[in-house]
């Protein structure tokens, strides 16, 4: 695991962003899975001013999603990436892969997705945030950490969290989302974070006892890893 601190949240994102841009240069194909929400999205937006060229070849996978939503719902987790990344580039829809969270049978979507990125030969790059509670993507505390795609029922503060992505009151009951398999077996598996009030949270994962009980502290026991962060998120460590 390395750890890189970045003065604020702009550099963050930029440094950031020319990582995957290095990886698409030496692997114009490649397969990248970009979470949604707040933190990510400089990425995307730094991304978008990047040369298109290098888009032009790699394949995206959606991280997660809240059941029962897609990219036309706002506040949705594809939302944000379709608005801010996959919009802005013109990336064709066969070049991007996302769980069908309005499916009738979820098990089946889980499937599909495992195939799809294990004949591809895994991840090359898999950027995740962190919950307030410890959760990668959509994996809640004591979720596996060799599980691969899966539903998982939501603990309650990311439900209250969530409603930040919302303009009304929303219900949120599970969600549908890669496994930390997925993230152990990703070229580059990449945690991002930002601001105070991730320092508690970041310190937590990155220095004290891995536990399935707090799903980011599973960065420490993967040594290929890069963890980003500003100052902020940094301060405690």
Not at 43 to 70: H, I, N, R, Y
Not at 166 to 176: D, E, N, R, S
């Amino acid at each position: 695991m390395i750890v890189k601190t970045f003065s604020d949240y702009q550099t963050l994102s930029e440094a950031t962003a020319q990582i995957i841009i290095d990886v698409l240069q030496q692997k114009p194909e490649a397969l990248i899975c970009i979470a949604s929400g707040d933190t990510p999205m400089g990425v995307c937006k730094t991304l978008v001013k990047a040369d298109p060229s290098l888009f032009t070849q790699c394949t995206f996978v959606g991280l997660d999603e809240w059941v029962g939503m897609d990219e036309n719902d706002e506040g949705s987790c594809k939302y944000g990436v379709y608005q801010n990344l996959f919009i802005q580039l013109n990336v064709p829809s066969e070049r991007i892969k996302y769980f069908d969270a309005k499916a009738e049978n979820l098990t089946a979507e889980c499937d599909k997705i495992n195939q799809f990125i294990a004949s591809k030969g895994g991840l090359d790059v898999m950027l995740v945030g962190v919950g307030m509670n410890g959760h990668i993507a959509l994996n809640e505390p004591n979720t596996p950490f060799d599980v691969y795609a899966h539903v998982s029922d939501l603990e309650e503060i990311t439900k209250e969290v969530g409603q930040k992505y919302f303009t009304k009151p929303t219900v949120l009951t599970q969600g549908i989302t890669l496994g930390l398999a997925h993230l152990q077996e990703a070229k580059l598996p990449i945690l991002i974070a930002n601001g105070q009030r991730k320092a508690k949270v970041i310190k937590k994962a990155l220095t004290e006892m891995i536990s399935e009980q707090f799903p980011a502290s599973i960065f420490q026991k993967i040594d290929h890893s890069i963890v980003v962060l500003d100052a902020d998120a940094a301060q405690e460590l």
